[in-house]
């Protein structure tokens, strides 16, 4: 499975961007999808994940309330939407699934997207 992130950018804090995340397999509906981030210096983090069926989700602390995971079978897609965005939430984003279930563990995704910078200004 190629994973394909995009959607970064830089924006102000307060601000919204949405990332997406197109899964090269025609399996998509059968991988749990995740987010996560990376900032410099700082070791891969645990943002959002989300069941096969789309129906549970899982969220960091730290983004709780202002993230939502989405995703859409059809298009082989997921979704990062992010509002209110803080200067703390700069890093790299990456996209992954997993065959096993919907889970805030990074080893249990197989497949990993290349990553897309998100760059919040104060």
């Known amino acids: 499975v190629q994973l394909q992130a995009s959607g970064g950018g830089l924006v102000q804090a307060g601000g919204s961007l949405r990332l997406s995340c197109v899964a090269s397999?025609?399996?998509?509906?059968?991988?749990?999808m995740g987010w996560f981030r990376q900032a410099p210096g700082k070791e891969r983090e645990f943002v959002a994940t989300?069941?096969?069926?789309?129906?549970?989700?899982y969220y960091s602390n730290s983004v709780k309330g202002r993230f939502a995971i989405s995703r859409d079978n059809a298009k082989n897609t997921v979704y990062l939407q992010m509002n209110n965005l803080k200067p703390e939430d700069t890093a790299v984003y990456y996209c992954?699934?997993?065959?096993?279930?919907?889970?805030?563990?990074?080893?249990?995704?197989?497949?990993w997207g290349q990553g897309t910078l998100v760059t919040v200004s104060s």
């Open positions: 992954a699934c997993s065959r096993s279930y919907y889970t805030r563990a990074p080893t249990e995704y197989e497949y």
């Open positions: 397999e025609g399996t998509f509906s059968s991988y749990a």
């Open positions: 989300m069941s096969r069926s789309g129906g549970f989700t």
